[in-house]
């Protein structure tokens, strides 16, 4: 981004600037992170370098200001349609100050005062434009220093961190390990990141040092990262900020740190929406949690799962597009936040399988109420404009319309018994105070703009009322008194009109002129005619004129009251969107289950059991799909193996799906499953490169394998898609069988390891609860037909050539390969076989809090053969290997005896 501080210019010729630019140069000065748009008329304009940067960035026209001290460049943008031109400048990585005229021109002496009304930034917009259907979070950060103890050493690798969404009020607050807030940033992907400005100090050597701050570049962020104020994150300021929106913030947060990001995100936000201390009211669910409370799913899981995007970055084919038939967009964003966290608490699991298996049994009452829900407006986003006096009649009208569903929808639900729906019936306040003020004082169909009258209905306000009947009696009489004119003087042609410069007039043409009455006084002068008015006339014009200049007033002022005893009750109108927004996922969740024929799921926790598993996205576009049975109760760790495109990756991300879908409260896609509650969901699918970050696909393949071994625990479910592919065969087959074996013997997590490494099915072998699996084929002659069934055992090959040929792969190529494999490749290659495990001493897997048991499996008794040739041939799976990999093996076996 440019610079956008003062203009080199203004700064070097300050004092011989003009009134209107030296206001300019204050502002910009005052915000110099910021690309100031400054009001002149009905346009928004910048100045000098700022102007260049503008045009060139919005590609608009570069123009030419000229005053007493010089000539300057000026672009702007018309007022009326700022919106696209603020939205490209955030795109291009601009924060823009709004600077507004604050004061009626009519009244200013000299320069009218403008100030900035509101900052723009990439986490803080709220114009109804530049807002997508989802949340927009703007975060901050703080380390955990201050509670620094001799008892948690790992301090400097904890932070706290904050999140707000200003278009709709929520706010939340959490502190954990440097991953945990990692995993919080990824699920939440805010637009932008706010830290405390690094202050400098000069040392011994005069040169400046940074004095402790998050930087930025400690975590892995996409959003806008922006330093705010010091002071703003110290204690006492954060606690004096919070004091406007929490009555004891100490009570609200277990940690300093959690203080001071709330209390510097609040400021942070009051300063872009340009408003003072605790003027952000609607801002009222300042809420603390905790990320343990539910399933971890972090971005990489999301992703692999394409819960929320698909591999293209889109939204079509994912999880959410095939559950999101929510009828408003508070329930979108609640069905998103329900995906990004899974329930962990069986009885609140439940709770929502309730609500939705009565809600898919009672067709008629979850229909009716999806149909009120579709008249529901986007009122957490209404309620915010409200609070913040940015609101016009009409938003008031949609919203008493939204509220007005609140009793049809709770007599709706009036016969359900699930404790779930019962509860959200009951907590829907139906705001009758409130629907009744708008519906007395606005108009039904009320006009956009709020300051030209015809907002305010009759019967409100008394004052009111009068001035509009001295109003509509004086037009009357003006009406009346072109026919008695005409009567008076005997001019047929005779005409009253008004105009907004003249007033009211009687106009006579000028063959007609001679019998114009004596009380009739020229106004103007026309072509073809005179313009007059009368003594009566006048008085009447100042009469109407008054009545409506001081109509529009009081009603603009009555506008406001009314939008601002409705701004009050902001807290309550939030509570019963939340209320909606909930009602709204159950009923989604119960329709898509009976659309979809989605069971609901048995909580145990003997492990993951699935019959006729489906995957809730390709089933929606494979018209063909092969529904598979899981069972990982006894053996928890499948390795799967078949061909490329048999369905293994389908297979993993289906049971994957099904048990979040289960955590969420939903139904799944299957003929019946039995699940546990499992604390996160980790996923090693998929290969890329980081080259940015110095990695190869392997090093970033073997970091992801590094956070799932130390992090998952035998709650949690793994998904390894061809691990150590990234390297040398014997390599990545050591790897992938020891990893196996650590999953199985020290984590003790439900595992499902899709290989080519066919030797890897030989764990099972050795390790109790292993088991293989893999996906059937149809073999005739050279073709192959996948029957994508999964079925117990080992597959026989990969049928890689095969699966070449499908793809089109060139004739010789294929023939080629195929002389390959039956004569042995060049060099003899690498595909030696993987050692036989023997029996080790292991601990117990390891438990959700992390701890190791202190027992041990006593080593297995050694029942083999003291030849080491004959132990070999006894452990050997002949039907696993290939033609090659025989050869191989008996070759090497030669060679020891010869030796």
Not at 79 to 94: F, K, M, Q, S
Not at 745 to 759: C, I, K, N, P, S
Request: glycine share 8%.
């Amino acid at each position: 981004m440019e610079a956008t501080g003062p203009p080199a210019k203004m700064v070097e010729r300050r004092e011989e600037l003009t009134p209107m630019l030296s206001q300019y140069f204050d502002l910009t000065r005052e915000y110099d992170d910021a690309l100031v748009l400054f009001q002149v008329g009905d346009f928004y304009e910048t100045f000098c370098e700022a102007a260049e940067a503008a045009a060139r960035t919005l590609e608009i026209t570069l123009t030419q200001r000229e005053d007493s001290t010089g000539t300057y460049p000026m672009a702007g943008v018309p007022i009326d349609n700022v919106a696209p031109y603020v939205e490209t400048l955030l795109d291009a990585g601009y924060r823009v100050a709004i600077a507004d005229q604050v004061q009626d021109p009519s009244e200013a002496s000299g320069v009218v005062d403008r100030a900035v009304t509101r900052v723009v930034t990439p986490g803080t917009v709220v114009d109804e434009e530049l807002l997508g259907a989802g949340n927009t979070y703007t975060a901050a950060l703080v380390p955990c220093e201050a509670e620094r103890r001799e008892d948690a050493p790992d301090h400097r690798d904890r932070f706290a961190v904050a999140f707000v969404d200003v278009s709709t009020g929520e706010f939340r607050v959490t502190s954990g390990p440097r991953d945990v807030v990692q995993d919080e940033l990824d699920r939440l992907a805010p637009a932008e990141v706010v830290t405390a400005r690094q202050p400098t100090n000069a040392n011994a050597d005069g040169e400046t040092e940074s004095d402790g701050d998050t930087a930025p570049h400690e975590f892995a962020v996409r959003g806008m990262h922006t330093p705010f104020r010091e002071s703003a994150f110290e204690t006492d300021t954060a606690r004096e900020t919070l004091s406007g929106y929490v009555p004891t913030p100490e009570a609200l947060f277990e940690t300093d740190a959690e203080l001071r990001v709330a209390g510097g995100l609040l400021a942070y936000a009051e300063y872009t929406q340009g408003v003072d201390a605790g003027g952000l009211e609607y801002i009222s669910r300042v809420r603390r949690y905790d990320p343990r409370e539910g399933m971890r799913v972090d971005a990489t899981a999301l992703r692999s799962l394409e819960v929320f995007e698909n591999r293209e970055g889109g939204d079509e084919h994912t999880l959410l597009g095939v559950l999101d038939t929510t009828s408003c967009a508070l329930g979108r964003r609640e069905l998103t936040h329900w995906l990004r966290r899974p329930l962990l608490d069986r009885e609140r699991i439940e709770a929502r399988q309730d609500a939705v298996a009565e809600l898919a049994d009672r067709a008629f009452v979850r229909e009716e109420a999806r149909d009120l829900l579709r008249d529901v407006y986007d009122i957490e986003r209404l309620v915010t404009r409200v609070a913040r006096g940015r609101a016009n009649a009409r938003d008031l009208r949609a919203l008493k319309s939204t509220l007005d569903v609140v009793p049809e929808l709770k007599a709706v639900l009036a016969d359900c018994e699930a404790a779930s729906v019962r509860e959200r019936r009951a907590a829907l306040d139906d705001l009758a105070d409130v629907r009744g003020l708008i519906g007395r004082a606005i108009v039904e169909e009320p006009p956009i703009e709020i300051t030209e009258g015809g907002v305010v209905a009759d019967g409100h306000d008394d004052d009111l009322d009068e001035l509009r009947a001295t109003e509509r009696e004086g037009r009357e009489w003006v009406a009346d008194l072109e026919a008695s004119e005409r009567e008076r003087t005997g001019i047929d042609s005779l005409k009253v009109g008004y105009n907004e410069v003249h007033g009211y007039y009687i106009e006579v043409t000028n063959p007609n002129l001679e019998k114009v009455p004596d009380d009739y006084t020229r106004r103007q002068t026309l072509k073809n005619s005179e313009r007059f008015y009368t003594p009566e006339l006048k008085r009447r014009e100042d009469e109407i004129l008054g009545a409506s200049e001081r109509a529009d007033t009081r009603e603009y002022q009555l506008f406001t009251d009314v939008r601002a005893e409705v701004g009050g009750e902001a807290e309550r109108i939030q509570r019963v969107a939340s209320v909606l927004a909930e009602l709204d996922v159950l009923c989604t969740l119960a329709d898509v289950a009976v659309e979809r024929d989605y069971t609901r799921p048995e909580l145990d926790g003997d492990g993951i059991h699935v019959e006729g598993g489906r995957h809730p996205v390709v089933e929606t576009t494979e018209p063909r799909f092969v529904p598979n049975d899981a069972d990982l109760r006894e053996r928890n760790v499948a390795v799967i193996t078949g061909p490329n495109m048999s369905g293994k990756s389908t297979y993993m991300r289906q049971v994957a799906l099904i048990q979040l879908l289960a955590q969420v409260g939903s139904f799944v896609p299957a003929k019946s499953a039995r699940l546990p509650v499992v604390d996160r969901v980790f996923t090693r699918v998929g290969a890329s490169d980081d080259i940015a970050g110095g990695a190869s696909t392997f090093m970033r393949e073997m970091r992801e394998l590094t956070s799932i071994l130390h992090d998952a625990t035998a709650d949690s479910l793994v998904l390894l898609d061809e691990v150590g592919r990234g390297t040398s065969t014997a390599d990545g087959r050591a790897i992938a069988w020891a990893v196996t074996e650590f999953l199985h013997d020290e984590v003790g997590a439900t595992t499902l390891f899709a290989t080519h490494y066919h030797e890897l099915t030989r764990v099972a072998d050795s390790r109790e609860r292993v088991q293989n699996l893999h996906f059937t084929i149809d073999r005739s002659g050279d073709a192959v037909t996948f029957l994508h069934s999964v079925v117990e055992g080992a597959s026989e090959a990969s049928y890689g050539v095969e699966v070449a040929k499908l793809a089109g792969v060139p004739g010789t190529v294929i023939d080629r390969s195929r002389g390959l494999l039956d004569d042995g490749l060049p060099g003899g290659g690498e595909r030696g076989h993987a050692p036989t495990p023997t029996p080790e001493t292991r601990p117990e897997p390891r438990t959700n809090g992390h701890e190791e048991s202190t027992e041990v499996t006593p080593p297995a008794e050694d029942t083999s053969s003291d030849d080491p040739l004959e132990a070999a041939l006894r452990d050997l799976n002949i039907a696993s290997m290939t033609p090659i990999e025989a050869l191989t093996w008996l070759h090497e076996r030669q060679q020891e005896v010869e030796r």
